[in-house]
Nanobody, 115 residues
Framework: QVQLVESGGGLVQAGGSLRLSCAAS????????MGWYRQAPGKQRELVAT???????NYEESVKGRFTISRDNGKNTVYLQMNSLKPEDTAVYYC?????????WGQGTQVTVSS
């Protein structure tokens, strides 16, 4: 089993920044792709950004140029640096990883951006 623990969410004014972290622990053989998703009230969960073990990244169009995903393979940790935050970025942010043949999810962390 793999556990993902997120941290770094909170309340910030529009234009501000937050950095999310997500650490994977447990019976880990190898963590492959890691990513961040978000779910706003009344909306479906959507992809924010993903990163492969080798460092290749992919971003949802609305966050390109504002968010940066990175990872530390030695610590099995993924980060999401969020700059120039907008009220529409308000959501619960979930960490995700592929390890072995399974996909794991964190419990989510709330990000609220006030206007």
């Amino acid at each position: 089993q793999v556990q993902l623990v997120e941290s770094g969410g909170g309340l910030v004014q529009a234009g501000g920044s937050l950095r999310l972290s997500c650490a994977a622990s447990g019976s880990i053989i190898r963590v492959n792709a890691m990513g961040w998703y978000r779910q706003a009230p009344g909306k479906q969960r959507e992809l924010v950004a993903t990163i492969t073990r080798g460092g290749s990244t992919n971003y949802e169009e609305s966050v390109k140029g504002r968010f940066t995903i990175s990872r530390d393979n030695g610590k099995n940790t993924v980060y999401l640096q969020m700059n120039s935050l907008k009220p529409e970025d308000t959501a619960v942010y979930y960490c995700n990883c592929n390890a072995g043949l399974a996909v794991y999810w964190g419990q989510g962390t709330q990000v609220t951006v006030s206007s």
